[in-house]
C-alpha cells in the first residue's frame, strides 16, 4: 500500500491528491509526526490552507 | 565520577584540543596507547592521564577492561567535545551526537557500569544499548576517522562468515577506498545475511549513491529509495536522491518537486530521531538543484520558444 503510494507521487510530484493519500496512510497507522508532516508540505507545496480541499 | 577512555595512536596533531575538551568534566582520563611514535604520550602526560599498558586483546575487549565504577565515557583522540553535558540522574547509557564531514550521526559514548552495557565488534568497537536516551548538549565533533585495515576486515568477515556485521564495516571501507565493485558485493551480503533497521537502510542508501553516480544504474536507485522511503518519510537524502535519478534523467520538473520535499520533509525531522543525518541535504543542496532545474527548464522553455 505505502510503496503503490510512494509509487505515485514518484510518478508525479506535483499530484496533490497523492500526498492526500500518503497522508490518510500515516494517519490511520498511528504515525501523526509523518502525518503532520505531510500536511504542512500539501500546505506549502499547494499554497493550500485547507489541505482536506482537494479541489486542484 | 566520570572516567574517560582514549585509544591512541600517533595523534599529536589532535589529541590536545580533545583533552581540553573533557577537561571540565573534572573526571579522570585513562589511555591505552597503541605504541604512538610521535609525542602523542608527551601530551598525554601533560593532562595528568592515566597511561595504562597495552592489554592483549581487540579494541573491544581493550575498552570493556577499562570500564570503571560509575559514569564511563569513551571519545576519539581526534575528536571534539563541545559542550559539557549533565550527567543523567538514573544510571544508563546516552547518546551523543556526533559530527563528521557534514554527517550526523548518533552513538551511545556515556554509560553507567551498572547497566551492564559493554562493547562490541572487534574492530569497529561500540555500545549497542536499545534503551538508549539523548543527553541535552551533547555534541560531539570529528575530526578524523579510524584507520582500518582490510586484512583486519577480511579476517573479521572470513572469522564470521555468517555474521552480517563485518560485511557492513567492510562495505564502507571499500566505499571510502572508492573500490565500488567491492562495496557493492559486501552491501549485499550484509543485506543477504539479514542485515536490518537503520544500518540496513543506510547501507540502501549509499548502495542507491554508488549504482546512481557510479554505475548509472537509475532504476536501481529508484527502487533502492522507495523501500528507503517507506522506512522514513522524513529523510530528505532520500528525497534528494530520487531528485537526482529525475535530474540524471533530464526530468527537471520532476526532480524540482522532489527536492523541494526533501526541504519540506526534512524540516520535520525530529531531533532525537536515531537515524544519520548528511546536514547540506536538509538545505543547501536542494535549494542549490531547485535553482539548477529551474534554470535547465527555462532554457527548454526558450528553446521550444526559438524553435516556434
Known sequence: MLTKILLLIIENPDAKNAYLKLKKYYEDNNKPSEAEALDRLIQKKFHDNDPNNNSQ | ?308
Open chain 2, 1 to 308: 565520577m566520570i572516567t574517560t577512555q582514549i585509544i591512541t595512536h600517533n595523534n599529536e596533531k589532535t589529541i590536545q584540543k580533545t583533552l581540553e575538551s573533557i577537561l571540565p568534566l573534572q573526571g579522570k582520563i585513562t589511555i591505552v596507547d597503541f605504541g604512538s611514535t610521535d609525542t602523542t604520550l608527551r601530551i598525554v602526560e601533560k593532562f595528568g592521564a592515566n597511561v595504562v599498558p597495552r592489554i592483549t586483546g581487540d579494541r573491544s575487549y581493550i575498552r570493556n577492561q577499562l570500564i570503571q565504577p560509575g559514569w564511563n565515557f569513551y571519545i576519539e583522540p581526534w575528536e571534539v567535545l563541545i559542550n559539557v553535558f549533565p550527567i543523567p540522574e538514573q544510571p544508563r547509557s546516552c547518546l551523543f551526537q556526533v559530527i563528521s564531514d557534514q554527517t550526523l550521526i548518533k552513538e551511545a559514548r556515556l554509560w553507567h557500569d551498572s547497566t551492564h552495557i559493554r562493547f562490541n565488534n572487534p574492530i569497529c568497537e561500540s555500545l549497542h544499548d536499545f534503551n538508549s536516551k539523548f543527553i541535552e548538549n551533547s555534541i560531539i565533533f570529528s575530526n578524523g576517522h579510524s584507520e582500518l585495515s582490510e586484512s583486519a576486515l577480511d579476517s573479521w568477515a572470513n572469522g564470521s562468515p555468517t555474521l552480517s556485521t563485518p560485511y557492513y564495516y567492510r562495505a564502507f571501507f571499500y566505499l571510502q577506498s572508492q573500490k565500488y565493485k567491492e562495496f557493492i558485493r559486501d552491501a549485499n551480503q550484509f543485506l543477504f545475511l539479514g542485515g536490518t533497521g537503520i544500518p540496513a537502510y543506510t547501507m540502501k542508501y549509499y548502495l542507491s549513491l554508488v549504482h546512481l553516480y557510479v554505475f548509472n544504474n537509475v532504476e536501481i536507485a529508484i527502487k533502492n529509495m522507495i523501500i528507503c522511503l517507506s522506512a522514513n518519510i522524513l529523510m530528505a537524502e532520500f528525497w534528494c536522491l530520487l531528485g537526482d535519478a529525475f535530474y540524471k534523467l533530464n526530468q527537471y520538473a520532476k526532480a524540482y518537486s522532489l527536492y523541494e520535499n526533501a526541504i519540506i520533509l526534512g524540516e520535520r525531522r525530529l531531533k532525537s530521531d536515531p537515524w544519520p543525518m548528511d546536514i547540506p541535504k536538509y538545505k543547501s543542496y536542494p535549494r542549490k538543484m531547485m535553482q539548477s532545474c529551474k534554470e535547465l527548464l527555462e532554457g527548454e522553455k526558450f528553446l521550444i520558444g526559438t524553435k516556434k
